[in-house]
């Protein structure tokens, strides 16, 4: 209660109330029911019944003006007419009145709520409108005790539902359905019959309302200096419209064009977080009512968290956007460029395993295109906006290979300065591609499999597991099926990565996709080193059909570079200078007649290094970006073979 506004601050009260006992036991009844009720008018139904005998009165009720009219908010007897005269004399006067059977007198000083108790009483005690006067101030006390008590709850529920409703709003990736969930939320919330959320677009002076509900098209579109709205986005204040009171600000030209009139009407702006007002959050017509204070004050925290929302989705969307493009910019360059049964056969095939999240094992020479067609597997899949994230097993030492694959936390070794998360869980909900998994180590093959199994991956140093759904995509020049069977690969592991196994046929057994290749690949550094896209003469093509390419579409493509950079002239000769490091014809040695396929693998590979390494001046490092590999992997390749690598 509001100890200033108390009736027992009011002498007049306490001299009543001293002077009739039983009206001071009534009175602390309807105190006690006033600390117990949460509905006003239920407290008045209550109350007034215990109230009649206490005032001698055969009716007994609470009346209100309300736009010029008087109604009954509760009554106890039997009905009579209302004496308006008497009633309007005592609000204009703000004191207790008296007319033959009829008291009346405000609930509160200076009718502050507007509500009347009347007293129809057939004998009219001496006292007049006093002991009406003192049990009115009692009713208003509990009156305002119970209307404040409601205010705070329907306050705590209103905020209770307010954060149900944004907490949604975050959860949005598209700012059409955010507006549009905002609008119907505010709808409900406020028990309107519309609202709109308009949005200011400075440059054009208008206001966009998105959405604007009972629309057709869902769009409203205003200048932004018309009407409620306009008035509201360039003051930066909430404005309220009723029957009595701003009819004459209404844009009537708007429910003209809808064929719809507004009664009551709320506005609030929209501002950011930085202040700026970014539009407007409309609500129209309330259901029941007029809108009140407690609506203003919901719709302005409603606006709030609506600016947030909004800003954080605009932001949102707009990285998705980029996102979206730099995901369909790399699918573009991933092709897999080709008219060979061979090729036609593997992209139909890519296209229907894409569609699943299958295990794949692809099987091809060095330089055959593993990783594109990994890549064109993960762009053609639903996977296509996540990360696509390669790891060269044979690059990977075994001491390293734990922390590459599944992270570490901060002090877990020497040089763990800060957490670091590994592989599987950067592709997590994309792909992972694992490169030459024919040379990861025993070790690292065990805990590869158990991640497979398992989805779950521990950081060294760290205790908690962490879900990992990255598709596992794996490659290898390797016969893995005689690796298993001399038991240098994990049979689990390989039957666990070889759900569908995609082999790769190498560039010699596909000639006639090698100057669609080579066409393709020339176009695009042509494009890089900003040079008129060149030509390749009859000869220059007679030449690339007719060499064995032992580097595949590797060897293919650092060639189409090296040309597009150096070629003197637009036209490509076959004596060209770039020419210089193929070979004219295919002088490989050939292996014993009773050589093993695997003897005559590494004799192959053997020469072609050395080959590489010659054209490279002995330089290491060229001579591994010839052959498209690590230099640290050429060397490891080196001592396979045993070469020698000094």
């Not at 057939?122 to 006093?130: L, R």
């Not at 709109?196 to 629309?215: E, K, M, N, Q, Y």
């Not at 009537?252 to 700026?276: A, H, I, K, M, W």
């Not at 091809?364 to 994230?389: A, C, M």
Request: glycine share 6%; proline share 5%; with cysteine.
């Amino acid at each position: 209660m509001h100890t200033s506004q108390t009736p027992f601050a009011i002498p007049a009260l306490e001299r009543v109330l001293a002077e009739h006992p039983e009206l001071a036991r009534t009175a602390a009844h309807v105190l006690a029911w006033g600390n117990r009720q949460t509905d006003a008018v239920a407290l008045l139904a209550t109350v007034l019944p215990e109230l009649a005998p206490a005032l001698k009165a055969d009716y007994l009720a609470v009346v209100r003006l309300s736009r010029g009219e008087w109604s009954i908010v509760a009554e106890s007897g039997g009905k009579q007419p209302l004496p308006i005269e008497l009633l309007a004399d005592v609000l204009d006067e703000d004191e207790p009145k008296s007319s033959g059977p009829w008291a009346a007198a405000a609930l509160e000083p200076k009718a502050a709520s507007g509500e009347l108790l009347l007293a129809h009483r057939s004998a009219a005690p001496p006292q007049g409108a006093e002991t009406v006067d003192a049990l009115a101030k009692i009713c208003g006390e509990a009156w305002r005790a119970v209307r404040e008590r409601r205010g705070r709850q329907r306050r705590i529920e209103r905020l209770e539902a307010t954060l149900e409703v944004t907490s949604r709003w975050n959860q949005h990736h598209q700012v059409e359905a955010l507006l549009t969930d905002m609008a119907q939320a505010a709808t409900r919330l406020l028990d309107a019959d519309r609202a709109s959320i308009f949005l200011w677009d400075r440059p054009t002076h208008t206001l966009v309302a998105r959405p604007a509900l009972g629309v057709k098209k869902d769009e409203l579109r205003i200048p932004d200096n018309a009407g409620i709205v306009g008035q509201v986005v360039r003051t930066g204040e909430p404005m309220r419209v009723d029957p009595t009171n701003g009819q004459e600000l209404i844009n009537r030209q708007v429910d003209s064009q809808l064929g719809y009139q507004t009664r009551t009407l709320l506005c609030v702006p929209l501002r950011s977080r930085r202040g700026e007002v970014l539009g407007a959050f409309e609500m129209v017509n309330k259901l029941h009512g007029n809108f009140d204070d407690d609506d203003v004050a919901t719709l302005v925290e409603l606006a709030a968290q609506a600016a947030v929302a909004l800003e954080n989705t605009q932001e949102r969307q707009a990285l998705l956007r980029s996102r979206q493009l730099m995901t369909e910019e790399a699918a573009r360059g991933v092709q897999l460029i080709g008219d060979s049964p061979a090729i036609v056969a593997l992209r139909s095939t890519i296209r229907r395993v894409a569609a699943t999240d299958l295990a794949v094992l692809i099987l091809g020479e060095n330089g055959t295109g593993k990783e594109v067609v990994s890549q064109s597997i993960h762009y053609l899949s639903h996977r296509r906006d996540q990360p696509f994230v390669a790891v060269n097993c044979a690059a990977i030492s075994e001491t390293l290979l734990e922390s590459e694959l599944f992270g570490h936390e901060k002090g877990a070794f020497t040089d763990a300065h800060e957490t670091h998360p590994g592989k599987f869980e950067l592709a997590s909900g994309g792909t992972l591609f694992l490169d030459e998994i024919g040379d990861l180590s025993h070790g690292g093959q065990s805990k590869l499999l158990r991640v497979l199994e398992e989805k779950l991956v521990v950081r060294v140093g760290g205790s908690k597991p962490i879900h990992t759904d990255a598709r596992v995509i794996a490659a290898t020049n390797q016969d893995l099926a005689a690796m298993v069977v001399e038991r240098k690969f994990r049979q689990d592991l390989y039957f666990r990565l070889n759900v569908v196994t995609l082999q790769i046929p190498p560039l010699r057994e596909r000639r006639e996709d090698i100057l669609l290749l080579a066409e393709y690949f020339l176009a695009d550094f042509c494009k890089k080193a900003r040079r008129p896209m060149l030509h390749l003469s009859a000869s220059a093509r007679q030449r690339l059909e007719h060499h064995a390419w032992p580097g595949n579409v590797r060897e293919l493509r650092n060639l189409m570079e090296r040309l597009a950079y150096l070629a003197p002239e637009e036209e490509i000769e076959a004596d060209d200078p770039a020419f210089a490091l193929i070979p004219a014809g295919n002088h490989t040695p050939t292996p014993a007649a009773d050589a093993s396929l695997c003897d005559a693998t590494d004799q192959f590979q053997a020469h072609y290094i050395q080959q590489a390494i010659e054209r490279a001046g002995g330089n290491m490092q060229q001579a591994a970006h010839l052959l498209g590999l690590h230099r640290s992997n050429l060397y490891r390749k080196m001592r396979q073979l045993g070469m020698n690598s000094h």
